[in-house]
């Protein structure tokens, strides 16, 4: 599926209040599951939550995992 960093291993579940509800997206190896849709992307089920157009890992909260980089 996607090899970002980000994205966490499938099975897992990402949970997002956003206007006073309680949103849960389950990780799959071929996408992101919402309801009875498989997503291709997050900024695709962002978009399905709120009606515009976010960059899905700021909305889900996910930030890239820190190199080692000195």
């Known amino acids: 599926m996607n090899a970002d960093s980000r ?3 499938p099975g897992t579940d990402l949970v ?3 206007k006073g509800r309680t ?3 389950k ?3 071929d996408g992101f599951q919402y309801g009875d849709e498989i997503f291709t ?3 695709a089920v962002a978009e399905r939550i709120t ?3 976010w960059n899905g890992y700021l909305f889900f909260g ?3 995992k820190s ?4």
């Open 7 to 9: 994205v966490p291993v």
């Open 16 to 18: 997002r209040k956003y």
């Open 23 to 25: 949103y849960t997206v």
């Open 27 to 29: 990780v799959r190896p």
């Open 41 to 43: 992307s997050l900024s």
């Open 51 to 53: 009606g515009a157009h």
């Open 62 to 64: 996910l930030k890239k």
């Open 67 to 70: 190199g080692g980089d000195a």
